[in-house]
């Protein structure tokens, strides 16, 4: 996952809540990501690690992962996004034949 960080830098991607900044441990940011993506708790993980503690995890999933951290993309915006007309009324008592 870091060879693959390194060409694409999507790791970027998981800013802080607050700050908006990336996150600085990138070690620790593709723990918690690749914990996500197996399905793993963060308790699992932190115990098969042998760097990273149950609750250092934790608190880079609450600012960097959360669903409340992850940017929303620019495509949609509620500015750029294109609403669709409402569909027409059809008439009820017509009938094609």
Same mark, same amino acid.
């Given at each position: *996952?870091?060879?693959?960080?390194?060409?694409?830098?999507?790791?970027?991607?998981?800013?802080?809540? +607050?700050? !908006? @900044? =990336?996150? /600085?441990? +990138?070690?620790?940011?593709?723990?918690?990501?690749?914990?996500e993506g197996i399905s793993l708790a963060l308790r699992? *993980?932190?115990? @098969?690690? $042998?760097?990273?503690?149950?609750? !250092?995890?934790?608190?880079?999933?609450?600012?960097?992962?959360?669903?409340?951290?992850? =940017?929303? =993309?620019?495509? @949609?915006? /509620? +500015?750029? +996004?294109?609403?669709?007309p409402p569909p027409r009324a059809t008439s009820l008592?017509? $009938?094609? @034949?």
């Amino acid at each position: *996952m870091l060879s693959v960080d390194v060409d694409t830098v999507f790791a970027n991607a998981f800013i802080h809540l +607050r700050t !908006e @900044a =990336p996150c /600085p441990d +990138r070690i620790g940011l593709l723990n918690v990501i690749l914990a996500e993506g197996i399905s793993l708790a963060l308790r699992k *993980m932190a115990d @098969a690690s $042998s760097s990273y503690g149950f609750l !250092e995890l934790l608190r880079i999933s609450r600012w960097h992962v959360d669903s409340a951290a992850t =940017p929303v =993309p620019r495509t @949609a915006s /509620p +500015r750029r +996004r294109i609403i669709a007309p409402p569909p027409r009324a059809t008439s009820l008592g017509s $009938s094609s @034949a």
